[in-house]
């Protein structure tokens, strides 16, 4: 069974930082590139990042780039989010979702709970 | 990027009625790379329809998608009471990757 456990959500004040993680479960990691994919309190969805199975293409929406960093370690199965420079309107709950193939272009097939970050002061 | 516009912004109907949700998208969708999602209160999205009119794996035969180029509709024949969400439209052809505002079935 496919499982993707986000973690490392919080309370955090306008221009830190906070790194979050995406343990995943049931499936091949490596076979896949993966999402972290947003939404604001009370909002819609909004895709963040993207990286490819092997890292070797990473791709940003214009909100966070050069403060967003999206990283695996397939060793571990594992993906992350570094968020530098947050501000309050990066305040929401963050899901990691699968690549729904192994094409480029594919739907989000699983996702997690998601992980709730709330920049304030 | 790609805005899509989802229309209702409310849909109020009942168990067993017909639902029909619409999306339009700003310029064309590449090779109908639409897909379809339900979000629940509290709950993670689910893939619903991929490809504009493919069923996910293990999604009831009562939904269905449809449409090309820029319109694209989510029919869901028969509600159940299960079926009360939101809806989202998102395509995966352009990038950034965008979705739709959604449209709740109350």
């Known amino acids: 069974e496919v499982q993707l456990v986000e973690s490392g959500g919080g309370l955090v004040q306008p221009g830190r930082s906070l790194r979050l993680s995406c343990a995943t479960y049931?499936?091949?990691?490596?076979?896949?590139?993966m999402h972290w994919v947003r939404q604001a309190p009370g909002k819609g969805l909004q895709w963040v990042s993207g990286i490819s199975w092997n890292s070797g293409t990473k791709g940003y929406a214009d909100s966070v780039k050069g403060r967003f960093t999206i990283y695996r370690d397939n060793a571990k199965n594992s993906l992350h989010l570094q968020m530098n420079s947050l501000r309050t309107e990066d305040t929401a709950l963050y899901y990691c979702a699968k690549h729904g193939g192994h094409s480029r272009r594919e739907p989000f097939d699983f996702w997690g709970q998601g992980t709730l970050v709330t920049v304030s002061s | 990027e790609i805005v899509l516009t989802q229309s209702p912004g409310t849909l109020s109907l009942s168990p067993g009625e017909r639902a029909t949700l619409s999306c339009r998208a700003s310029q064309s969708v590449s090779s109908n790379y639409l897909a379809w999602y339900q979000q629940k209160p509290g709950q993670a999205p689910r893939l619903l329809i991929y490809g504009a009119s493919s069923r996910a794996t293990g999604i009831p035969d009562r939904f269905s998608g449809s449409g090309s180029g820029t319109d694209f509709t989510l029919t869901i024949s028969r509600l159940e009471p299960e079926d009360f969400a939101v809806y989202y439209c998102?395509?995966?052809?352009?990038?950034?990757?965008?979705f739709g505002q959604g449209t709740k079935v109350e």
């Open positions: 049931g499936f091949i990691f490596d076979d896949y590139d």
């Open positions: 998102q395509q995966y052809g352009g990038s950034p990757r965008t």
